[in-house]
């Protein structure tokens, strides 16, 4: 049985009317594109995840939209206002400060809606593009619906030292859709932090977040960039994030996964240039009934290229979790090497996580390796802590937090950082 | 010409009236009445006939796999699923192809193997030392034979553990074993018994066991200890293309029982095999197996560790050449306190060929104090092959503790100068540097396979290199 | 805190023909032999299957995928492959209500 596939033309009008009602203040070519990107999430289908059933979801039925407007809470506004910031509510911007310094001058640091109109001769080819991901159901919802975000662009040869940080607040609506985009030219540098932050973690209406993020590195330009995801657990949140990188080129990514009830995500990073290198490091902390299944994948064209996966992972409470990370060498990335290492810590017996480390590859000239590791609290480790004072309940919790520390610690900015710390260590005591 | 059967036991003999089953004819294909048909010759029990009918219906509902190697050209219809005895007339010396005649020359196959092992004669010199060696079993009370005589002569030890390791639903190919078996081994070592011998199925092969649809099962009672070897180096010749075999095996309280195959399939085989073990209290089992050749091998050798104590192994080499693909692997399951369990895979792939490492190591939440190590290595020697490795854990329980280690290289150019600046012709030095990559296999094979590996794998390494 | 829900009718139910009920997103499997009433979980321990899909002889739910039984009274694993206990829910049966207790 055959029937034609469905055409654009057949998206059904007030489908079209609904996102140009919606969007009405963006430009006429930014609404085709999210028509086009709608159409896609319409015909594209859930991707059947293994171990992740997600059939009983009903994403459908999950109204993308309240009117009311949003409410910060105000725990997120700081008085500490530093440069290279930037607050999102929705698709309000609440703060926007730029960053300081005459080399800065020439870098764009501003929220995604107002650079769609001021620098559409840059922005529009990347909005524009499909998604890649396998997961491209819940990217193309993001390429249809996203209502704000971050656009930073570093000019050719300049390099920023200090950090950029985009506080996303999910307001109080159904639907979540943070979108950045990150380009730096040749030669560039810049660090960069995601963080996509709740009023409340435990409250709240059920959510759909469809979070996206691309970064294009230049010919021997480097981009640090972080994100922690600290959504509430009503939460069922999507990630895409992409990176594209060209000769020699570089990107560390520094993810902590700590929020949402349901986490799927999926990080790409395509070296594409002869000598690019890519560092991932994932930190994952489920508790209670969280379920968080996280991909994270290399994928080897150019040749002489490097990457180093690393997934640390705390279980607790009933939590599920499943770390792949999928090392993909093809033909022609002659001399590269890749390496990835997955450890857990398992702290309860009502936990499962899931570890599956893949090596695919098609070019014998290469070295890959990957290890993996699941147990316990090292039982040395608590012992040589209490053995000096400390008592066992603190022991572990300070094993846990120095597990954690890599991705946390990465945050620049003091006051985020020690509001990130306290989530994690309610969550520790839990 | 009728067919001897000089490797069978005084008991087994065809029952049937000629008269009646001559008619019955088996042509390609698979109907219920080909199954019918099969369980009537062996004149087997209803509950076999039952359980074949339920596997049948089993096996056509379920879909193929989806994933693993490429079985696209796999054609159900095109499959002869039983060869009457009788009809079995072997092919005549000529009918052998060039390639299989030259493999047995450069391996120092004795003409006698030769024709029996081409499917020429099933005649076999070694009918007196199987008998003597016979004798020393039975004395000890150890059951060796085949599947058909063991459902026979001993009914109620196969329907006690039969299909309860790998039920028929388990996947389309053991539905499809469960529904036209014939062949394969039965072995049952009692209490506290040591067989003094590898069991060695080379004695038990006679024409119709070749088969495809062999269906092994082995029970280790408390305390025993057996060592069960099949296959040969030697490339099994066959003009069926699909061999879906099923081996269930029980290692109770304190046994221990290991299962070696090294098999060496003919290109155009489809070798899918489902291989599972289960060990209770302190019972060890051990898989080592080595899959050469095929067109496409899929085996996942596994062990349920159920109660405490319990340990699993296996050992594992892949060698994939052109248009091959070897996607093998390991699964252990640990369901029970302080279980242990290793899996070593060492794979190889040249001349185009691909080697997949598909693994599973599970922890449920019983399994507190379980460990698991896990070694998987791959060298692609060419620029033609590939590799894929895909172990997946599964951690349900706190205290358990698993470590996993996987490395692809291609040969180290090192070790490679290392050994031709002290002479060595860089084909010897690749042949070198290949056996001690595979050492950890070799070295735990009975003697006479170690030879005949070493013999194949040089030979296997002169089409890879220059 | 656990309370007693109302999930089905008992003349939904055929002894001997598993049913699924959706309750709060979660799917469970329900079976009957003659008047009693047993509820699971209906994912299957083994793999992502759906056990209320599976043949039930019995007491005893075959999953359909891979061939693992469970014990419909108990949860517990009964046959290979399948290893690990599914989750079993206390029933009581009023009248022409079933209810379970979550």
Redesign the interface.
Known sequence: MTTSPPSLESLQQNDRDRVREHFSEDPDWLIEQRINAFFEYLHTPILAR??T?LN??QFENLPLFTQQPPELGGSWLSAEMSDGLLVLAGSEVAVLRPPAGRTAERVIFTDLRTAAMTHFEVVKPYLARVARAANSKFDALNRAWWQNGVFLFIPRGVQIAEPFTVVHHQVASPGFFPRSLIVLEDDSEATVIDLYVSPSLKSGPRSLAAISVEAVVGANASLHYGSIEQLALNTDAFATRTADLETHARMDWNVGSFGSGLEVSQQTTYLNGTGSENNSLTVFFGSRSQHHDLEVTSVHQGAHTRSNIIGKGVMKGRSRSIFTGVTDIK?GARGSDARQKEQ?L???????????????????????????????VDANAIYYLTSRGVAPEEAEQLIVEGFLAPVIDAIALTEVRQRVWSAVREKVRE | MAIEQPLVSDEYAYGFNDGDVSVLKFGQGLTRQTVEDISRIKQEPKWMLDFRLHALDIFWKKDMPGWGADLSALDFAKIIYYVKPSENQGRTWDEVPQTIKDTFERLGIPEAERKFLAGVSAQYESEVVYHSIHQDLIEKGIIFTDTDSALREYPDLVREYFGTIVPAEDNKFAALNSAVWSGGSFVYIPKNVTSPIPLQAYFRINSQNMGQFERTLIIADEGSFGHYVEGCTAPIYSSESLHSAVVEIIVKAGARMRYTTVQNWAPNVFNLVTKRAVAYRDATMEWVDGNIGSKATMKYPSVYLVEEGARGMVLSIAVAGKGQHQDTGAKMIHAAPHTTSTIVSKSISQLGGKTTYRGLVHFA?DA?GAKANVRCD?L????L??????????????????????????VSEEQLFYLTSRGLSEEEATRLIVMGFIEPFTRELPMEFAVEMNRLIKFEMEGAIG | MSKWLRIASKNQLQSGQPLLI?VD?E?LALFRVGEEVFALDD?CSHA?ASLSEGEQKGFCITCPQHGGQFDIRTGKAIHFPAISPVKRYPVRVEGDDILIER
């Open positions: 293994k171990r059933p009983h979801r033909q857990t398992m702290l309860s017996d009502q936990a499962r996580a899931d570890a599956i480390p893949s090596l695919l590859i098609e070019e014998n000239d290469v070295f890959a390796a990957h290890a993996a590791s699941a147990g316990p | 939440k507190a791959t692609i020697m060419d620029d092959s590939t590799s894929d490795t895909v172990p997946s854990s599964e951690v349900g329980n706190a205290s358990a503790l698993m470590e996993h280690e996987a490395t692809v290289t291609k | 959706t997103g799917d994912l992502e």
